[in-house]
């Protein structure tokens, strides 16, 4: 059965940094991409990135560009989206999902995490 | 930046068919995907590749495309369809983007 498990909630203040993480199990966590996805409170869905963990190759959203780090460890399994310093707007849910291929190029997610709530707030 | 269109809200009585549209100008050259989320759930994929169901979905949900215009369709709605729906494609880069979303009232 695939899995997807995130890390749980976080509360932190503007200006810390924070990492969260994704551990896949039930399949090959090498052979597909991993993808993250923003919602803002009350708002929509919003893609952020992609990351193929067999040789990390990483495809950003322009939106999100510059502004967090997808990264992965293949020994374990596991992805991480990072800050280096937050920002009130960066209070969401954020969710990881395995990535497939539709066309070249373009992806779509067919098993996702149950979300990672970020909160940040002085 | 590439945007996809979807109506804010569609409502239905139970029994009957509903109809989420999604336009985007690269649709006729990309395939779509919508998404299934219900209030603090996460999202669940419904439709690929336009029109192909994932296996645990039921029959009632339906895909279809006609040039830059995308359609989910449930016939025969239930209470338990009551959701937010969100249409998924990808840019001339490959970049994926969602749709805005669109609440399906089971009145």
């Known amino acids: 059965e695939v899995q997807l498990v995130q890390s749980g909630a976080e509360v932190k203040k503007p200006g810390e940094s924070l990492k969260i993480s994704c551990k896949g199990s039930?399949?090959?966590?090498?052979?597909?991409?991993i993808g993250w996805v923003r919602q803002m409170p009350g708002k929509g869905l919003e893609w952020m990135g992609i990351i193929y963990p067999g040789d990390s190759d990483t495809r950003y959203s322009p939106s999100f560009q510059g502004q967090v780090t997808i990264s992965a460890d293949k020994s374990i399994s596991t992805a991480y989206l990072q800050w280096s310093s937050l920002k009130a707007s960066d209070t969401a849910m954020y969710y990881c999902?395995?990535?497939?291929?539709?066309?070249?190029?373009?992806?779509?997610?067919?098993?996702w995490g149950q979300g990672t709530l970020v909160t940040v707030s002085s | 930046s590439y945007e996809l269109t979807q109506p804010p809200s569609v409502s239905v009585s139970p029994g009957q068919t509903a109809r989420i549209t999604c336009s985007g100008d690269a649709l006729p050259k990309q395939y779509a995907y919508w998404y299934q989320q219900k209030p603090g759930q996460a999202p669940v994929l419904v439709i690929y590749?336009?029109?192909e169901r994932p296996s645990g979905i039921p029959e009632r949900f339906s895909g279809s495309s006609s040039g830059t215009t995308v359609t989910l369709t449930i016939s025969g709605v239930q209470a338990e369809d009551e959701a937010d729906y969100y249409c998924q494609s990808a840019d001339s880069s490959g970049t994926g983007v969602f749709g805005g979303g669109t609440k399906l009232t089971v009145l």
């Open positions: 999902a395995r990535a497939v291929s539709g066309v070249v190029a373009s992806y779509y997610f067919d098993y």
């Open positions: 039930g399949y090959s966590f090498t052979s597909y991409w």
């Open positions: 590749k336009d029109s």
